[in-house]
Nanobody, 121 residues
Framework: VQLQASGGGLVLAGGSLRLSCADS????????MGWFRQAPGKEREFVAA????????YYADSVKGRFTISRDNAENTVYLQMNSLKPEDTAVYYC???????????????WGQGTLVTVSS
């Protein structure tokens, strides 16, 4: 397994969670990283992305101002800090790697196994 996501769980609406994604590849620092999510019965959707050095980030409108993506290239890890969580944030969250900063699911070539986030009202 090259990308290992963790940190999901059950949280009350308004609460926070921090997801982590550890990358075992030596080339982690060369890749942009993204977070996606998939709710039951829905397509996988873009959440956030960060370029190779952390200088540029993109967010879906639905999470802007509540979620923050960051990375630590020394630790080969990307994070997603999720605040003010809502029930509609409930989904399996996936981390992924791309050769460039992208927002499309098909533009990411390496995927983690997903971690479940459940937000109860």
């Amino acid at each position: 397994v090259q990308l290992q996501a963790s940190g999901g769980g059950l949280v009350l609406a308004g609460g926070s969670l921090r997801l982590s994604c550890a990358d075992s590849r030596r080339t982690f620092r060369l890749y942009a990283m993204g977070w996606f999510r998939q709710a039951p019965g829905k397509e996988r959707e873009f959440v956030a992305a960060i370029n190779w050095n952390g200088g540029t980030t993109y967010y879906a409108d639905s999470v802007k101002g509540r979620f923050t993506i960051s990375r630590d290239n020394a630790e080969n890890t990307v994070y997603l800090q999720m605040n003010s969580l809502k029930p509609e944030d409930t989904a399996v969250y996936y981390c992924a790697a791309s050769v460039g900063l992208r927002v499309g699911v098909l533009e990411y070539h390496y995927w983690g196994q997903g971690t479940l986030v459940t937000v109860s009202s």
